[in-house]
């Protein structure tokens, strides 16, 4: 930090006293509120003034991403500075730093700054890298400490009203997932506007897609002049007084962005607004290589938006940039799957999908591409079964195998290709399906039945799970196996699990369902699925039934011609 000196003219005499006596009261007062700091019990705490956004920067070295590519973020809030990675509705990070009078016992601390894991999330290996930022940093921070001029009020509890706030979105996302709007803002209005800045746009933005496009105007009123350029960007964005790329980078100093403004992007993205997105990370990007939160959300909104090569050529910048990157491989994976680019898909989802610890749900999305595709299922059973053979540890075969079994009906030996994968691929729903209708197909109803209700209960399953479960349901519970069609449309149309066909079908199948609702019928007949071999014999069936109708049609018809003939 640079020493600023003064010089000071030769005061009068008198003047002299007066300015030693003036001194030694200011002393007097400082010493004072040295003595009402935290530590001593009182409420008076060292503050940081704006001035020292700056040392925050430095100090977090927030220029540089965490180690997986997620921005870090920070706001100064007078007696505390909150720092954030990820978007501002669900962050993945969100802890504080105070002044070491002010921490709470325990509190790691270094030089003039201490770390609090609160409000939350906090992981162990994001403390771990912010512990040793500020190690590197020497802890300098310019704290200064007020003179208390009123009544200390006790310090409003942010940690409680924003862990109520992220559960309130988690609900009503999950309730948009499903296309419930009136479910969805209702978890809103069970809570109260939360007060600081970057937790009230994400109340905003949840408000807005939600359909209550008032209430997130209303949310927006008011925010500090002092709050983050991101923060006010996207408001002002939702206001409609910043339409394009160009004014919402008069939000930052100097027109410039960085690895921090991300947050933005993001935020547009879910908003909907794909296209600016996308165009905001791309110029965080092509500043900062670096920044790999930006490369995804670029991606990511690219995926949204009709196919371009520009689309492509991002992927493939991104990609030679960082080559193993789970978040980017995951998002470069979904742009060629949602631009039908199916080889591109095939490469990158079998990449991500072999990396350690395994990112959920990815194996799922491969067997999208893998059936939809028009991909030879032959040819590809037997290069994953050579796989496996070769290597019994490749999950990424060993799961496309067990699927592409359960599709040739060998439902026995999809089970036994599949059963290594428990423990190792658990938080892959479609795993978990695909076991489940083979033990239905091989008449343990009850057994698959168990599996897919513990799925459907988790948080966002895999659609598929409620379109299974309705396969089982329909002759025993019309109503949930209705419920549960609606539920697969919800969640599949729109999505990046979207499949045209099948959801035509599922609809047909659903107007079937209720006809049976109200006819009552002992058996409801549409085009199921499952069991597979009883459909397909129920097909054989009826072609053989509509072929013997023919030929004894045909029959009677030369039978006929004849008798004429002979009566001629």
């Known amino acids: 930090m640079t020493a600023i000196a003064f010089r000071w003219p030769r005061p009068h005499p008198v003047r002299a006293r007066r300015l030693a006596a003036r001194a030694a009261l200011l002393a007097s007062l400082v010493v004072a509120a040295v003595a009402l700091s935290p530590r001593a019990g009182l409420a008076v705490e060292p503050v940081l003034p704006p001035s020292a956004a700056t040392q925050v920067t430095a100090l977090l070295a927030l220029d540089r991403p965490l180690a997986d590519g997620t921005a870090l973020a920070a706001q100064i809030e007078k007696a505390q500075v909150v720092v954030r990675a990820g978007d501002a509705a669900s962050p993945r990070l969100l802890v504080r730093l105070v002044h070491p009078d002010a921490a709470p016992a325990g509190a790691f601390r270094v030089g003039s700054v201490a770390l609090v894991a609160e409000p939350g999330p906090a992981s162990e290996a994001d403390l771990a890298e912010l512990r040793a930022r500020l190690e590197a940093g020497g802890g300098a ?17 942010f940690a409680a009203e924003e862990r109520a706030l992220h559960a309130a979105i988690d609900a009503s996302a999950i309730a948009l997932g499903h296309k419930d709007k009136a479910a969805a803002l209702q978890a809103l209005r069970e809570v109260s506007p939360p007060s600081r800045p970057e937790p009230r746009l994400a109340y905003a933005i949840a408000l807005r897609n939600a359909g209550d496009e008032a209430g997130a ?7 500090p002049a002092d709050a983050a350029p991101d923060v006010r960007a996207v408001a002002a964005w939702l206001r409609g007084e910043a339409a394009d790329l160009d004014a919402l980078l008069a939000f930052w100093p100097e027109r410039k962005v960085d690895c921090g403004a991300v947050a933005a992007a993001h935020s547009l993205h879910q908003l909907q607004a794909a296209e600016l997105a996308a165009a905001l990370a791309e110029r965080i990007r092509s500043g900062h290589v670096d920044c790999v939160a930006a490369w995804v959300t670029e991606l990511r909104a690219r995926s949204d938006l009709p196919p371009a090569p520009a689309a492509e050529a991002a992927a493939a910048a991104a990609l030679a940039a960082f080559p193993d990157d789970p978040m980017l491989l995951s998002a470069a994976a ?17 990449k991500v999908g072999a990396i350690q610890p395994p990112v959920p749900r990815v194996l799922g999305h491969l067997s999208n591409v893998v059936m939809h595709s028009g991909f030879d299922r032959e040819a590809a059973l037997q290069r994953y079964r050579a796989r496996v053979a070769a290597d019994p540890n490749d999950d990424v075969a060993r799961f496309m195998a067990g699927v592409l079994l359960h599709y040739e009906d060998q439902y026995e030996a999809s089970n ?6 428990v423990g190792r691929r658990d938080g892959e729903d479609r795993l978990w399906i695909y ?11 009850e057994q698959a039945l168990a599996v897919l209700n513990r799925i459907a209960d988790g948080r966002l399953p895999d659609p598929d799970v409620y379109y299974c479960r309705a396969e089982i349901l329909r002759d025993t519970d019309r109503a949930r196996a209705a419920a549960d069609l609606r539920l697969y449309l919800a969640g599949s149309m729109g999505s990046d699990r979207h499949h045209e066909v099948k959801e035509a079908r599922v609809r047909r199948m659903l107007a079937a369902l209720e006809e049976c609702q109200r006819t009552n019928p002992a058996i409801c007949e549409s085009e199921w699925e499952h069991p597979r071999k009883e459909r397909e014999a129920a097909t054989r069936n009826r072609l053989l039934a509509a072929g013997a109708a023919a030929l004894g049609l045909l029959g009677a018809a030369l039978w006929l ?7 001629a």
Do not use: C
């Open 141 to 157: 921070l310019g704290w200064v400490i007020p003179l208390a001029t009123a009544k200390p009020q006790p310090p409003k509890d």
């Open 217 to 223: 105007m209303a949310a927006l009123r008011n925010l």
């Open 334 to 350: 979904a742009l060629s799957r949602r631009h039908r680019d199916w080889d591109h898909a095939l490469a990158r989802y079998e």
């Open 416 to 421: 036994e290709m599949l059963r290594p994968l």
């Open 435 to 445: 076991m489940a209708m083979n033990d239905f197909n091989l008449g343990k109803r």
């Open 561 to 567: 011609w004849r008798r004429r003939r002979t009566r």
